[in-house]
């Protein structure tokens, strides 16, 4: 089942912060994050692979929480750049080697 | 390295009509997906193959097919094409399961 993420979609003003929520039924075991621009394939972020852990690229970070099933970007003082889908990727439960995707977040950010 | 490719980049088909979409990565990575994005939607798996000779369906296989007769190749095939499956559809690759995950460019399929 496709992890659902929140919200939806999201309008910022340049430098203002977002955080893109990502919720898993099934247990995860890693959390991969992607960003796609309108008309191009997905580009990974950043990957996830323990409980609690958290990552940062430049001015996107990401936690990790195994117990909750969910992983949180942090984007902040975004930029023209960060505009597009943000998806969560993972996989789609134990005993398998499906790798899914989350629902995904539209990001939009006005100068 | 070209990475993952695919082919052809856009095509029309008619109904009823059949085709194969070509998948190709250079990487030597063993997991290979085939997934579809409707417009302004997220991205459902269609089928996936975990090295040359095994396939497996994912969230979305009815009206497809696939085979995986060498580890760099996973063409997607389109058996009686229907308007239902105008979609955008991307292969990737990966070594391990989401490990180091490649995309292809995509291949957008329009039915009429």
């Known amino acids: 089942q496709q992890p659902v993420q929140s919200p939806q979609a999201v309008i910022l003003r340049e430098g203002e912060d977002a955080v893109i929520n990502c919720s898993s039924s099934k247990a995860l075991y890693s959390v991969h994050w992607y960003r796609q621009k309108h008309g191009e394939a997905p580009v990974f972020l950043m990957i996830?692979?323990?409980?609690?852990e958290q990552k940062g690229h430049d001015k996107i970070s990401a936690s990790f929480n195994e117990k909750k099933q969910q992983s949180s970007l942090y984007l902040t003082a975004s930029q023209l750049s960060y505009s597009g889908t943000y998806f969560c990727g993972t996989e789609g439960g134990s005993g398998t080697y499906k790798y899914i995707f989350g629902t995904g977040t539209r990001l939009k950010v006005l100068a | 390295n070209a990475g993952v490719t695919q082919t052809p980049k856009f095509r029309i088909l008619k109904i009823g009509q059949s085709m194969t979409l070509q998948c190709t990565q250079d990487?030597?990575?063993?997991?290979m997906y085939w997934y579809r994005q409707d417009p302004g939607m997220g991205l459902k798996l269609i089928y996936y193959?975990?090295?040359?000779?095994?396939?497996d369906k994912g969230e979305v296989p009815n009206g497809y097919n696939v085979s995986r007769s060498t580890t760099e190749d996973f063409p997607l095939r389109l058996e009686l094409a229907a308007p239902s499956q105008t979609s955008v559809y991307f292969c990737?690759?990966?070594?391990?399961?989401?490990?180091?995950?490649?995309f292809g460019n995509g291949t957008r399929l329009t039915v009429t």
């Open positions: 996830l692979l323990k409980g609690g």
């Open positions: 990487m030597n990575h063993n997991y």
């Open positions: 193959s975990v090295g040359a000779g095994i396939t």
């Open positions: 990737a690759s990966s070594e391990g399961q989401g490990v180091d995950f490649h």
